[in-house]
């Protein structure tokens, strides 16, 4: 009697468990990958982070950069409002990133500067108003912390003024993209706010780390140090999505799949994987390979 009132009840925890995690993606540094709508139509991802404002904080005029895309300088970035808006009708959340590991400049040099570039966020790609939208008029769902250069000062205060927004109507979501070895260099004092929603934590460039041929256990013991060490919503393991994507850390998605997806999504906070980027995802395949076990 109780193992017949069970049973459908552990079977339907083991498909609900089974298929829990979802794929974030990082789009704008290609050309040639294909446009934001058709990313997002894909119906392979939960999360685009558009990449990247490659220049603000200390005062400098903030830059955004989207490669072949469109160019910000002249306008032509503004056509993006119907794709970000058609993404956000599917269910995808559109995000923009901040930094990255690029040519341009960053840095916040107080609290009041964390403030200005707040401001400027909230103003340009938020709920607020400006007269020059890089993005027109779409509401972005949030701000992502991909911050690969600087100390990391003021940008625990940057991550709290983004968050007062939320009281204004739309919650802002916040993310971050560390690299793998605990604590992170540059986002640690932004993560030790405990007030980010998802971190996805890039398991590639950083041998300590990430996935060796052969050994997946320091990219399981890193995985269990950000999950016990950082408060935020969900966990993501970030992954080059070709081996040409990054220097190394490439895992083939039938390593994924058979070993270190297993070892990983059974834990508290497992959100997913997050990729590197839409545009080797497109070259390679990958979330369509690994999606069913994602
Ligand atoms: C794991 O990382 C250590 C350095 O922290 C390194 O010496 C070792 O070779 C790595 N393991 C593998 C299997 O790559
Ligand atoms: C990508 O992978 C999916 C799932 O395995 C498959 O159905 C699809 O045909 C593949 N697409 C290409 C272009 O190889």
């Not at 009697?1 to 974030?24: C, K, Q, R, V, Y």
Request: proline share 5%.
């Amino acid at each position: 009697m109780a193992t017949n009132f069970l049973l459908p009840l552990l079977l339907l925890a083991l498909i609900a468990g089974s298929n829990a995690g979802s794929i974030a993606v990082y789009w704008g540094q290609n050309g040639n990958e294909g446009t934001l709508a058709d990313s997002c139509s894909s119906g392979l991802y939960s999360y685009v982070n558009i990449a990247f404002l490659t220049t603000f904080g200390n005062g400098q005029t903030p830059v955004l950069n989207l490669a072949g895309h469109c160019d910000p300088a002249t306008g032509t970035c503004t056509g993006l409002t119907s794709d970000i808006q058609s993404c956000q009708s599917q269910g995808v959340m559109v995000l923009l990133s901040l930094g990255g590991d690029s040519a341009g400049s960053y840095s916040l040099s107080s609290a009041d500067d964390a403030q200005n570039v707040a401001n400027y966020l909230w103003d340009n790609f938020l709920g607020g108003s400006s007269s020059s939208r890089p993005l027109g008029d779409a509401v972005l769902d949030g701000i992502d912390f991909d911050i690969e250069a600087t100390n990391g000062d003021f940008f625990d205060d940057l991550a709290e003024y983004l968050a007062q927004f939320s009281s204004q109507g739309k919650k802002v979501y916040l993310t971050a993209a560390p690299q793998c070895p605990y604590p992170d260099a540059h986002l640690n004092t932004a993560l030790q706010t405990g007030i980010f929603d998802y971190v996805w934590i890039q398991f590639y460039n950083n041998p300590p780390c990430q996935y060796s041929p052969g050994s997946i256990d320091n990219l399981t013991g890193a995985w269990s140090t950000w999950i016990s060490s950082v408060t935020a919503t969900k966990f993501f393991l970030g992954l080059p999505a070709s081996p040409d994507a990054a220097g190394s850390g490439y895992i083939p998605p039938d390593v994924l799949t058979s070993q270190v997806l297993p070892a990983i999504e059974g834990t508290a906070k497992y959100g997913g994987i997050m990729m590197w980027s839409r545009y080797y995802d497109v070259v390679n395949n990958y979330s369509a390979t690994v999606k069913s076990s994602v």
